[in-house]
Structure formats: structure tokens, C-alpha cells
């Protein structure tokens, strides 16, 4: 049966850890519906466009991930001009690859002024644990901008640095906490895979030289866009930040809400496994597209039951019709 959201919280269930996917964001910004930067860049001819070598390395390591053909780039610059040989060129194609990106994701980023910062803000911080997969600012714009400090986490402590030596510090139990799961626009890292927060997006997107070459110390983006949920969970699993995020998914208690996200099984396995792992999660609410016929909703219903189904210590299933949610209504869409 799917209920109505405030159906479900007519219920005496606690509601306080939230999942977020990308239907999330194309609900309020139709160019999230581009899943691949990469397919956009080439369909609509993105300038400057990328040049022939750049996309044969990104066939060649077999990714569509920006990050890790600038990685690639960045090593490959690194090791040439440590054994003195010319990089002229690779740094060329850096920069083709860096430029190419920060064009992209403007082309299809929601702009600032078009979000309904204060609405989206207030809804969010009625959960205790929000954890997203959307690699987009919409979550920490409308967060940032419009919630006091004092009522927000997200980990980076010092110098807006993340230190997993410093998870475990004291915050009030009615703060929110964020997780970026698979990364995001403002954030950064390095080779030594630190992790760092850019001060320059809490209004807007990164500045172009956010990326700029700087040998060991040049900073990369830190956000996973597209890629089987193998190739996600290596990827998180490399990092400290993204792995803290996991971990913590993975030890949530009570109840979820899971609104845009597809948990589909080549995509997001890494994210059922959390859920069906997780003996302390006791019961899901799933928001179901409202603009599916009752049929799809129906075979919607019946997926997701397959997909949650736990074999011991079951875990009861909500669902819910998305418009009836706040973080699903119209009212959200862009201005």
C-alpha cells in the first residue's frame, strides 16, 4: 500500500535519518537528469571541447568520472617532471579536462537565485542524520545559508578540513549532521587524499582555479557522478571522508527515509547493502514517484520488497506518494 507521508508520521515511528538521490535534484532542477557530465559535455559540445587525447584516456581507464582522468593527468605531470621530460603537454590536456568541467557542471547546475534555499533548509533540519548521493550544492546551499551554524555539522573542524581523528567530537543531539556520500561540488582532495571544504561555494559554484596545477599540492574535486556501485564502493572506500560517511550509513538507527533514490542493483548495491546490514535500522519509508500510472507505482512497491528483503531481523517497508512530502513538492521546484 502506498500511504501519503503524513500518513506514515501519524505512526509512532522516529523519522530521524534521511537518504537523498538524484531524483531528489531533478525534481527541482530538470539538467539533473543528466546522470553523465561526460555524455552532456560531448552531446552539447561544452567549450573548450575535449580534446581527442583527453577522451581516449577517459576510454582507455574505462570511466566517465572526471575526477579520475584529472588524477590520472595530475600523476602522469608529476612523474614526468621528476624524471626532467617536457609536460607542456599533459598539462595542456589538464587544463582542456579542468576547463571542460567547470563549464559543464555550470551548464547544468541549478543556479543559486533560481533555489528555494529557505523552504528546502527548513525541511532538511527536521532530520537528525541527512546522507546524500547527490554529488550537487543543493543540500549544502540551502543548508549553509539558511540554518544557524550552531544547529548544522558536517565534519570539517578545522580549517574546514576533514580529520577522522576528529569524528568522535561533541555535538548537541538536536544538531544536524550531513553526509556526503559519494562527495560533492564544494568539497576537494588531493594525492594524499585529504579532504577539504572550498570556501568560495557556500553561495555559489567553485572557482575555476579551485583545480589549478600545483604539482603534489594541487587539489581535485572530490565528487563521484556516475559508475557501477563496485567501482563507487572502491572509491569510498579510498577516501577517509567518503568511507566515514559510509560507515556511518551503515550504523544508523530506528528508522529512514529514503526519497530519489533508485537502489538500483548496478548502481547503488553498495547502498542496499548498508540498509540490509544495519541491525540497528528497523523500518524504511520510500518515496514512490507520483508521476508513475498505479501499475508502475505497483512494480515500483515490488522492487524495492525485493530489493529490502531481509532475510533475519526483518525490516519493515513504508511507502509513500512523493508529492506528498515536503522535500518532493512543487513548491520545491525552481523559481
Known amino acids: 500500500m502506498i500511504l501519503s507521508w503524513q500518513e506514515i508520521l501519524s505512526k509512532e515511528y522516529v523519522w530521524d535519518n534521511l537518504l537523498l538521490g538524484n531524483g531528489f535534484s531533478c525534481n527541482i532542477w530538470g539538467s539533473y537528469s543528466y546522470t553523465s557530465l561526460l555524455s552532456f559535455s560531448k552531446e552539447y559540445g561544452v567549450e573548450p571541447i575535449l580534446k581527442k587525447a583527453v577522451v581516449k584516456i577517459f576510454d582507455d581507464l574505462k570511466t566517465t568520472n572526471f575526477e579520475e582522468v ?3 593527468l595530475l600523476t602522469t605531470a608529476i612523474v614526468k617532471d621528476s624524471l626532467g621530460e617536457d609536460i ?3 598539462l595542456d ?3 582542456n579536462l579542468r576547463k571542460n568541467l567547470f563549464n559543464t557542471v555550470h551548464a547544468t547546475h541549478i543556479p543559486f537565485s533560481n533555489l528555494n534555499i529557505e523552504f528546502i533548509g527548513k525541511e532538511l533540519i527536521n532530520f537528525r542524520k541527512v546522507f546524500t548521493t547527490c554529488y550537487d550544492l543543493i543540500p549544502y546551499w540551502s543548508v549553509y545559508n539558511t ?3 550552531n544547529k548544522q555539522v558536517d565534519f570539517f573542524w578545522n580549517k574546514n578540513t576533514f580529520n577522522s581523528r576528529d569524528v568522535g567530537i561533541y555535538y548537541p543531539a538536536r544538531v544536524t549532521a550531513f553526509y556526503y556520500l559519494h562527495g560533492a561540488l564544494h568539497l576537494q582532495t588531493n594525492l594524499t587524499l585529504e579532504v577539504n571544504k572550498i570556501l568560495g561555494a557556500s553561495s555559489g559554484l567553485p572557482e575555476i582555479d579551485s583545480y589549478k596545477f600545483s604539482e603534489l599540492s594541487t587539489l581535485l574535486p572530490l565528487f563521484i557522478t556516475e559508475g557501477t556501485s563496485e567501482y563507487k564502493l572502491r572509491k569510498i572506500e579510498s577516501n577517509s571522508y567518503l568511507n566515514f560517511c559510509y ?3 551503515s550504523k544508523v538507527k530506528d528508522g529512514l527515509v529514503v526519497i530519489g533514490q533508485g537502489l538500483d542493483p548496478i548502481y547503488d ?3 542496499v547493502d548498508a540498509i540490509l546490514q544495519n541491525e540497528n535500522l528497523k523500518y524504511v519509508a520510500i518515496s514512490i514517484y507520483s508521476g508513475l500510472s498505479l501499475y508502475e507505482k505497483e512494480k515500483a512497491v515490488k522492487f524495492f520488497e525485493a ?4 532475510k533475519t531481523g526483518g525490516l519493515e517497508l513504508f511507502f509513500f506518494d512523493s508529492e ?5 513538492s512543487r513548491e520545491i521546484r525552481s523559481k
Not at 530489493?307 to 531481509?310: G, I, P, T
Not at 506528498?324 to 518532493?328: E, N, R
Request: glycine share 0%; hydrophobic share 40%; aromatic share 8%.
Open 307 to 310: 530489493r529490502l528483503f531481509r
Open 147 to 149: 540554518i544557524s551554524l
Open 70 to 72: 584529472l588524477k590520472a
Open 88 to 90: 607542456t603537454e599533459i
Open 247 to 249: 560507515k556511518e550509513l
Open 324 to 328: 506528498t512530502h515536503p522535500l518532493c
Open 269 to 271: 548495491q553498495h547502498l
Open 93 to 95: 590536456l589538464y587544463d
